[in-house]
């Protein structure tokens, strides 16, 4: 598969994670679920590892060795990406899915940018229309939330949300880096990820958030399981895709966050959410922007 294949199926995954994370936080506690949803992707990566192990010809599950400065460098990307799953996973908890991925969806923006000024990349002409025109579907699932009462000067989740949207964009940029400048193995990289992102969490669960008399009992559902399986499968593909020659950082980014079309058509009418003909009309600006960027 070429680097758009993946890049759009890494976006159908992580679209049901979405949909998985919204159903998991419900009424549970935020970094407990983050704990065991990472928790239950380190268990999937181990089942690849031992499929592996049993079948030839599966490379792409193999570990392979690190240098310690590497292992560093890993560190450093699951304490970005945990900082920004703990203000995202808050935020969610909190507001309608149909509106807090189309905000989420804004992080292609900080990450062009960013590719833009630290890679020097330079999409061609039709690649720019189809951004432009993704990123003005994103405002318009803005506008459409005021209408549901949420003020985004005022509302800390909306503002959380984008503080872990800006974080999650600067993780994208050092993706880049981690595969294509140190050419990491995509597989080694998701492993140590999740594993030392476990950590972090585990760390963070005991330190601001371990079970008191007055909190609220876990309960566990399997929705906490998909959320870490799905994310898995979805940074799998985004990790081959990333890791591909000739694969542009700033088109990635913004493919993959067609995730919010599943989102949509799952979670909205999954949770029962309003406004929907409204928002399917900013969507059908999500597809043409698509549709410009896969045919450039």
């Given at each position: 598969m070429n680097w758009l294949t993946l890049t759009l199926a890494s976006a159908a995954c992580l679209g049901l994670y979405d949909v998985a994370k919204k159903a998991a936080l419900r009424d549970n506690p935020v970094l407990l679920v983050l704990l065991l949803s990472t928790l239950s992707g380190l268990g999937l990566?181990?089942?690849?590892?031992?499929?592996?192990?049993?079948?030839?010809?599966?490379?792409?599950?193999?570990?392979?060795?690190?240098?310690?400065?590497?292992?560093?460098?890993?560190?450093?990307?699951s304490a970005i990406v945990s900082a920004s799953w703990v203000f995202t996973f808050l935020a969610i908890k909190h507001l309608p899915i149909s509106l807090a991925t189309p905000i989420r969806a804004s992080a292609p923006l900080f990450t062009v940018i960013g590719a833009l000024c630290v890679f020097g990349e330079r999409p061609v002409g039709r690649q720019w229309l189809g951004m432009a025109v993704v990123f003005g579907a994103y405002a318009a699932f803005s506008a459409i939330g005021k209408r549901e009462g949420i003020v985004f000067r005022k509302d800390r989740w909306v503002g959380f949300l984008f503080l872990g949207t800006l974080i999650g964009s600067a993780s994208g940029l050092y993706d880049k880096y981690l595969l294509q400048d140190l050419q990491l193995p995509p597989f080694t990289l998701q492993f140590w990820f999740t594993l030392y992102g476990a950590c972090l969490q585990a760390g963070l669960w005991w330190c601001f958030a371990r079970p008191r008399p007055a909190s609220p009992p876990l309960e566990?559902?399997?929705?906490?399981?998909?959320?870490?399986?799905?994310l898995v499968l979805a940074d799998q593909c985004y990790f081959e895709a990333v890791a591909r020659d000739g694969a542009l950082i700033s088109v990635v980014s913004v493919v993959r966050r067609s995730n919010v079309l599943v989102s949509f058509a799952v979670g909205a009418v999954l949770f029962r959410e309003r406004l929907l003909g409204q928002k399917a009309l900013a969507l059908a600006g999500v597809l043409v922007g698509l549709v410009l960027l896969l045919r450039a």
């Open positions: 990566l181990l089942v690849e590892l031992a499929l592996a192990a049993r079948i030839p010809g599966l490379p792409r599950f193999e570990l392979e060795s690190l240098a310690w400065a590497d292992h560093g460098y890993v560190v450093v990307k566990l559902r399997g929705w906490i399981l998909l959320v870490g399986s799905l």
